[in-house]
């Protein structure tokens, strides 16, 4: 009955490979994200979908592809993975683009991606 | 451009003690604002959030926070810390524009002395 729920928990790869993270939600929200948070804590927003559509890119590498195959599923493909691309990648859902400031957004557990 | 500033990386405080973590922001209209607790190893929790409503929140877990505007500040407090209170807190606003982007401040460790 997880809310938002990412896989994997952890992944660890070497330098130069191609990775995907996927996350799904079950609780009809039509907007989901994409956050980096990086070893010191700092959460930064990278990608926003509303029902498939692309709404915020936010200077992310185009090495990194988010894909959204319907509103319930925002996967995240990196390319060329690097050393710097280490951090806790975590999804979050919210009913609507509008709505997340007044009943807030619901975070996966996070994805630990270590690049060696 | 909105944002949110969040005074002290570390607060310890010992077991029964308040707590009191410190959050500034910075906005031309009035905000929307919020408080995410992350424990170890684990995803983002909303404690509580500040909608235009009432100025004080009150939240899961014993916490609540006071909406101030003539000080910016939207600070969270507990009357009395738990050792499971002991976790990284983070501050965030909710910009105006409608993209549903949160913008976090640094994040605060609580750590709890027994």
């Known amino acids: 009955d997880t809310a938002v729920s990412q896989t994997p928990k952890y992944l660890v790869t070497q330098m130069g490979n191609d990775k995907s993270i996927k996350c799904e939600q079950n609780l009809g929200h039509d907007t989901m994200y994409w956050y980096k948070q990086d070893s010191k804590k700092f959460l930064k927003i990278m990608f926003s979908y509303n029902n498939k559509e692309l709404i915020i890119n936010e200077t992310v590498p185009n090495r990194f592809s988010p894909k959204s195959p319907d509103k319930a599923h925002l996967n995240l493909h990196i390319n060329s993975l690097e050393l710097g691309d280490s951090a806790v990648y975590f999804c979050?859902?919210?009913?609507?683009?509008?709505?997340?400031?007044?009943?807030?957004?619901?975070f996966g557990s996070g994805t630990r991606l270590t690049v060696v | 451009a909105q944002s949110v500033t969040q005074l002290g990386s570390h607060v310890s405080v010992s077991e029964g003690a308040l707590v009191l973590l410190r959050c500034n922001y910075s906005s031309s209209v009035p905000p929307y604002l919020f408080w995410y607790v992350q424990y170890p190893n684990q995803g983002l929790q909303l404690l509580l959030k500040y909608t235009s409503a009432a100025t004080l929140v009150k939240g899961i877990n014993g916490f609540e926070a006071e909406f101030k505007k003539s000080e910016t500040s939207f600070h969270l407090t507990k009357p009395s810390a738990h050792m499971s209170d002991a976790a990284e807190y983070f501050c965030?606003?909710?910009?105006?524009?409608?993209?549903?982007?949160?913008?976090f401040g640094q994040g605060t460790t609580l750590q709890v002395k027994p």
């Open positions: 979050a859902s919210s009913q609507d683009l509008g709505s997340g400031a007044n009943y807030g957004y619901t």
């Open positions: 965030a606003v909710y910009p105006s524009s409608n993209t549903g982007k949160l913008i």
